[in-house]
Structures are given as structure tokens and as C-alpha cells.
């Protein structure tokens, strides 16, 4: 009987032991995890989700200088995650639920319909987005000095009445304007619509060719240049997919093409005052930054685009035959 006593007694101090222990080994791992948990150099990176509606070599600069902004002012506290739509809008509202769901600590949308689609997603998350051309338009704010919900960016608005400015006093003798445009892109009818109520109030006049994607491109030009001295395109990212087709035509029948965007001249149009695209990634990328170190989307109302320049190809100039005067040309940026 004393044996057995004896045997409990030691059982009984053993696990008093292993009880003792066992708490002392939680108590550590507690420890450790409040110090992680107040270790700044512990704490998770900031994660930003950017989504790019299509690949197009205007959509790629920005994106690529807003990744490039956030790199260099944040430095190792973010975490860059990247997606391309593909030009399907399936594929935006896909991505940014995605974002939502990893609860990401900022969504920067590439182009008015990402820009929408993260809005309808969430009311939770700051948004930034970058070239949104008419954000009020587009139903993102009421007002550009209003940003009184999760969003707010930088709109890539083109100088439209300069484009035409530009282009009388390149082409004096042009009358008869060719408008191509998707119907479906919100910023490109806006655009459309301040050309017309330019052409009208300066005695010109206009004939428009609408699509809905960049296949009907060159039945659009061609439906065209027997009726117009000149074409203009606005930002439109449809028309930008085809924008080679657009050239080639429009050199064939000898007519000059005017756009909203550097890109467009690049891929061979003729004359802007159009935007340029680094500066536009690198102001919404300071924008992001700006927020996320702390201040309110209610301090940073929408911006717009802060530089433009005048630009001419001088490849499609000489296609055309046409020529300006050496003086004139030092005002140009010059693509080749």
C-alpha cells in the first residue's frame, strides 16, 4: 500500500511538472508573438493590386512608371501585384473581386472601365486610379473637387480644342472633320462631344464613323475618305488597338490624322498636343503615395494630367507630302 502511495505522489509531481513547463512554453510564444506584432521590421508590406484594362504601349508606360513611382518613394514596405484584363471586362471584374477578397491596401485601376468595375466592388478600399478621362462622366465622383467616397486619381483629359487648333494651323485648309470612335467608351464620346461643340462654334464641319471594336476600324476610315480633309480620334482605346490600320488608310487617300493621345502618333498619325504618359504614371503613383502614408481621399481631389506636348511624325509628314516650315517644328516633339 505504501508503494503504491509513493508512486501516485511521484506521478502526481510530474505532471505538476510537465504542466509547469508547458505553460512557461506558451507564455514564450506569446511573448514572441507580441514582439513581432510590435516589431515594426515584423509587420506585413503594404499590398497594392493594379489592374490594366488591355496591353497597349500608352497603358503599359503608365502602368509601368506607377510601379516604378511606389518602388522608389515606398521602397521595401510595398508589395506590387499585377494583372492584365486582356481587354475583357470579364476579366477586370474578376481581378479586382480577387483584390477585394485578399483585402488589399489599395486597388489602382488603369483606364475608365477598371476604374468603374473597382467602385462597384468596393466601398471599403482606397482606389487611385490613372487615365480616367471624364471622372464625372464616367459616374466615379460628382465633381472633380469632390472625392467624398473610396476614390479618387489622375484624368489623362486631352486638350481637345488645341488638337484643332493645332491642326488649322498645320492644315489651314482642312473643313471637313472625320470623328472615329467606340460608342461604347465613355471618355471617347465625351471627348467627341466637346470636338463637335468646337467645330461648331469655328464654322467646321464633321462626319462621324462609329465602332465597337477594333476590327471595324478600317471599314470605318475607308468609309470615309472621300468625305473629309481630316480625321480626329480622341482617346479611345478601341480605335488605339488598330491605330496602324487607321495610318496606313489614311496616308493611302492623303489625309492627315490629329489624336488625343501620344501613342497615336507614335503608331503613325500625324499632329497632337497630346499626353504624356510617364508623367501621368509618375503623378498618380506621388497621388498613391500620398494616401498611402496617411492623408485622406478626401484631401486629394482628382487631378489632371499636369503636362502636355505638342508632337508630329515626321515619318507620316513626309508620306503625306506635306511640309512645315524648320522654325515651326523646333515647338514639336518629333517621332520618327
Not at 508589395?79 to 475583357?88: L, V
Request: proline fraction near 3%.
Amino acid at each position: 500500500m505504501k508503494k503504491l502511495i509513493a508512486v501516485l505522489m511521484v506521478a502526481v509531481m510530474l505532471i505538476t511538472a510537465a504542466a509547469g513547463c508547458s505553460a512557461k512554453a506558451n507564455e514564450n510564444v506569446d511573448s514572441a508573438t507580441d514582439s513581432n506584432k510590435a516589431d515594426p521590421a515584423a509587420a506585413e508590406k503594404l499590398r497594392i493590386g493594379v489592374v490594366q484594362a488591355q496591353n497597349h504601349p500608352s497603358l503599359d508606360e503608365i502602368r509601368e512608371n506607377i510601379i516604378m513611382g511606389l518602388e522608389e518613394q515606398m521602397k521595401d514596405k510595398v508589395e506590387i501585384i499585377y494583372k492584365d484584363a486582356q481587354s475583357d471586362p470579364t476579366n477586370i471584374n474578376t481581378i479586382i473581386n480577387q483584390f477585394v477578397g485578399d483585402k488589399v491596401d489599395m486597388i489602382i485601376p488603369i483606364a475608365t472601365g477598371a476604374a468603374q468595375t473597382a467602385l462597384a466592388s468596393t466601398k471599403d478600399i482606397p482606389i487611385v486610379f490613372a487615365a480616367v478621362s471624364y471622372p464625372v462622366q464616367a459616374g466615379l465622383v460628382k465633381d472633380l473637387n469632390i472625392t467624398d467616397q473610396n476614390i479618387t486619381g489622375v484624368s489623362n483629359a486631352i486638350a481637345i480644342e488645341e488638337v484643332f487648333k493645332l491642326s488649322q494651323e498645320l492644315t489651314p485648309d482642312v473643313e471637313t472633320y472625320g470623328f472615329i470612335y467606340n460608342l461604347g467608351e465613355v471618355n471617347a464620346v465625351t471627348s467627341i462631344e466637346r470636338a463637335k461643340k468646337h467645330c461648331d462654334a469655328n464654322g467646321l464641319k464633321y462626319v462621324e464613323a462609329n465602332i465597337t471594336n477594333s476590327s471595324e476600324l478600317l471599314q470605318a476610315v475607308q468609309s470615309l475618305t472621300d468625305k473629309v480633309d481630316a480625321i480626329f480620334v480622341p482617346n479611345d482605346n478601341t480605335v488605339a488597338m488598330a491605330m496602324p490600320v487607321l495610318s496606313q488608310e489614311s496616308i493611302k487617300a492623303g489625309i492627315p490624322v490629329y489624336a488625343g493621345a501620344d501613342s497615336l502618333i507614335k503608331d503613325g498619325g500625324f499632329a497632337t498636343v497630346g499626353i504624356d504618359y510617364k508623367s501621368l504614371g509618375r503623378q498618380t503613383a506621388d497621388m498613391a503615395v500620398r494616401i498611402l502614408n496617411g492623408e485622406k481621399i478626401g484631401e486629394n481631389p482628382i487631378e489632371v494630367i499636369n503636362q502636355y506636348s505638342n508632337m508630329i511624325n515626321m515619318t507620316t509628314l513626309k508620306a503625306l507630302g506635306l511640309e512645315i516650315d524648320e522654325e515651326k517644328l523646333k515647338d514639336f516633339q518629333l517621332i520618327y
